[in-house]
């Protein structure tokens, strides 16, 4: 499965940002989707992950800002991010994972200023 993102920018705190993540290829009708994400210095976090059947789960740092959806038509998923923070400057990676194994992004860069 590949992996493609877009969405991501520069913006200001407070402001939003949407992600897309475009997957092609083989995909199960079982999987699961996410976000991770990585800033300088840190390590990798996941952020938000949907399964094809919609259950989500946020990192506490996000909950209530971000919304994770997915449109399995359109094998693409999103995230919704509002009332962006500094803290949430990372780069933000999608990542696919089914029983025959998984996937990763190339990345996409998110800086919010203060």
């Known amino acids: 499965v590949q992996l493609v993102e877009s969405g991501g920018g520069l913006v200001q705190a407070g402001g939003s940002l949407k992600l897309s993540c475009a997957a092609s290829?083989?995909?199960?009708?079982?999987?699961?989707m996410g976000w991770y994400r990585q800033a300088p210095g840190k390590e990798r976090e996941l952020v938000a992950s949907i399964t094809s059947r919609g259950t989500t789960k946020y990192a506490d740092s996000v909950k209530a800002r971000f919304t994770i959806s997915r449109s399995n038509d359109k094998n693409t998923m999103y995230m919704l991010m509002n009332s962006l923070k500094p803290e949430d400057t990372a780069v933000y990676s999608c990542?696919?994972?089914?029983?025959?194994?998984?996937?990763w992004g190339q990345g996409t860069q998110v800086t919010v200023s203060s």
């Open positions: 990542a696919y994972v089914d029983e025959q194994g998984g996937s």
């Open positions: 290829g083989s995909m199960l009708t079982i999987n699961v």
